[in-house]
């Protein structure tokens, strides 16, 4: 009964393994296009999904469990006007940066 528990564990184990890596990645650092300064609590949206991330306090933001596509991507902030960045690739296990 032990090693039918440990069987199972383990297959279970292999089995979230291969799901969470059907996902990617994006990160990126929001900045001012004029004076390249970082811009803290900016808004990153992937647009067509729910997922996106704020920026902390140094620009950086990270968007985690992304399907794999090609996404139009958003960033936003009061007293700014909206960028949006076409043509971004998520591929699954890798990291996608912007």
Do not use: H, W
């Not at 528990?5 to 650092?29: H, N």
Request: glycine fraction near 10%.
């Amino acid at each position: 009964m032990q090693e039918r528990k440990a069987i199972l564990s383990c297959v279970s184990l292999l089995l979230y393994s291969a799901l969470f890596a059907q996902t990617g990645t994006l990160s990126g650092i929001v900045v001012d296009q004029v004076s390249r300064e970082p811009l803290p609590s900016a808004n990153v949206q992937i647009i067509g999904t729910s997922l996106g991330a704020a920026a902390d306090i140094e620009g950086r933001f990270v968007a985690r469990n992304v399907s794999p596509g090609t996404y139009q991507v958003r960033g936003s902030l009061v007293g700014y006007q909206a960028t949006i960045l076409s043509d971004i690739t998520i591929d699954p296990g890798k990291p996608t940066e912007i």
